[in-house]
């Protein structure tokens, strides 16, 4: 049992290593708004996988709150958008290799992240649950023991899960959203690890079998660029105040999330909004 809880705990410190290492490896020059529109284009990463964040409809067109956040931005910048379907493990590399211009990517706002890129104001708030039958009784971490768990591997709801639950759990990592929540629907797992908008998608592939179970944690999620970005940056934050002032962050949020828009917080230790 302490050999299984070691290994895990060296998963995750290796997870924050590499996050960190990524912000000194790769990393491509700082561009700002006016070389944007100077070449006419931004470059979004995005979610390509889940819904109602980001995806891609049958007409391939890439769709969902981060796609209109990032059509926004775009337009206020005075420029086209072009979007870069990413999986969950490829958003901050392919942010810091040049890839991309900005991540409209359902960036949860985490320290460990932060030491890698730099975020905006927080523009959306999330929750990381545990989704689960609805005839199984999980009511504490202690329930999830002797579970199959699936998650995106190395998104928020793998390092909640792994830290959550208890040494007897497997916890199988996915490539995407859309893999992990195929492997509960089919029964190779018997939890999902995801997010509070997950259940939705999870409904319309199997109507009445599972619930929220478990919330590990509150999140905010931000628009991200490459440390030291301080013009960009500060693009997206005056952006932010912007939408969320004249109601168009609200006119997003009823389309796609279908609640209030949320208080956002002014801080967040150890995250800080506006480049250095």
């Known amino acids: 049992m302490f050999g299984i809880e070691?290994?895990?705990r060296r998963t995750l410190l290796g997870a924050t290593a590499l996050l960190v290492a990524m912000s000194f490896a790769g990393s491509a020059a700082a561009i700002t708004p006016e070389e944007i529109?100077?070449?006419?284009?931004?470059?979004?990463?995005?979610?390509?996988?889940?819904?109602?964040w980001g995806f891609v409809t049958s007409g391939g067109k890439q769709d969902g709150f981060d796609a209109d956040m990032g059509t926004l931005f775009a337009k206020?910048?005075?420029v086209d958008v072009e979007f870069v379907p990413l999986e969950v493990n490829n958003r901050?590399?392919?942010l810091t290799s040049g890839r991309v211009d900005v991540l409209f990517a359902t960036m949860a706002m985490l320290p460990d992240r932060a030491k890698a890129v730099q975020f905006s104001k927080p523009y959306n708030a999330n929750a990381i649950v545990l989704i689960g039958p609805k005839d199984k009784s999980i009511k504490t971490n202690e329930d999830m023991a002797n579970m199959t768990i699936s998650v995106a591997k190395g998104a928020a709801q793998d390092t909640q899960v792994t830290k959550n639950a208890p040494a007897s759990a497997t916890i199988r990592r996915y490539d995407g959203d859309a893999a992990s929540v195929q492997a509960l629907i089919s029964g190779q797992t018997d939890a999902l690890g995801g997010n509070i908008f997950y259940l939705d998608r999870v409904e319309k592939a199997a109507p009445g079998k599972f619930e929220n179970k478990l919330e590990f944690q509150k999140l905010y999620n931000g628009a991200c660029t490459r440390l030291g970005e301080k013009e960009l940056n500060g693009a997206l934050n005056a952006f932010i105040d912007k939408i969320k002032a004249n109601g168009e962050l609200k006119t997003i949020y009823d389309k796609w999330m279908k609640v209030p828009v949320p208080a956002f917080p002014e801080s967040l230790e150890g995250i800080p909004f506006a480049a250095k």
Request: aromatic share 0%; no cysteine.
């Open 92 to 94: 901050i590399p392919a």
């Open 37 to 52: 529109k100077a070449k006419g284009k931004l470059v979004v990463g995005i979610q390509g996988d889940n819904p109602p």
């Open 6 to 8: 070691l290994k895990r």
């Open 76 to 78: 206020e910048l005075g």
